[in-house]
DNA sequence: CTGAATCCAATGTGATACTG
DNA sequence: CAGTATCACATTGGATTCAG
């Protein structure tokens, strides 16, 4: 329990910006991964996910907050402190979402291949003549 | 084979502008069902997507062709004739498609009340004071 | 018939600085 | 620590009009 996060969400795992499925906003897949193995703070979110502005990340839990998929916790104290944790609805989703990167992984040299033919077409004559 | 589409998605399937979990743009989700079943042409499939504009359909398609999921084809004759169908690779993502879809119909109703009790809280006092 | 061109609105994303 | 405020920028979505 109480998993380290990885250190930098952008070097790892499925290329959200490429797979064409994707869950709520730009970061809300990668904000999933973090909370999968328990909650987290604010802060420790800021770590793996620093490329990501306060008020982007902000802006993310608070859609999966509205969407129940994820609670927020503030705690009292003499600092303020805040945990975020997945629901039993955001868990849940883990298993379609596992799914989905499962197909990019699979198939992403096939899409890079394609994007790749696509732009090229055109400039140059296929026919070989 | 040749089944008939729908008169308009907007009516059924998953709605997907509450589903988190997107394909790729605001409309791919619904151009790959309405390609599900065989070759459609531009202007079949703007019956049931008649509430898209054809430059935010075509831009679309192009975007689902250039990822390789659809092959778009001109036939030559008196009056262009093209035909869009779905890549062996775009057949190969309604699988996960499907189970998003799942998801989304089994905790559907879980998400409009968590939305609701979000948007409604901080306007009454829930302790009841 | 199949889109391309143009223009515009809405939304999403982001850097920076500041606050309880 | 955990955000908010503000401004700016990029991308997306859309209506309308026009062309091959």
């Known amino acids: 329990m109480r998993e380290p996060l990885p250190s930098d969400m952008f070097d790892e ?4 910006s490429l797979n064409p499925i994707r869950f709520g906003d730009k970061w809300a897949a990668l904000v999933i991964r973090c909370l999968e193995h328990g909650p987290r703070r604010f802060s420790e979110l800021r770590v793996p996910l620093r490329r990501v502005s306060p008020k982007v990340l902000t802006a993310s839990l608070r859609s999966l ?13 003499p600092s303020p402190r805040v945990e975020y944790e997945l629901t ?14 499962a197909w990019a992984e699979e198939h992403w040299a096939e899409l890079l291949e394609a994007r790749e033919a696509h732009d090229g077409a055109g400039r140059l004559d296929p026919t070989g003549s």
Chains 1, 2 share one sequence.
């Open 13 to 16: 795992l499925c290329p959200s």
């Open 65 to 77: 907050e509205r969407d129940g998929l994820v609670r927020r916790t503030v705690y009292a104290g």
């Open 88 to 101: 039993p609805l955001g868990r849940s989703i883990l298993e379609p979402m596992a799914a989905a990167c």
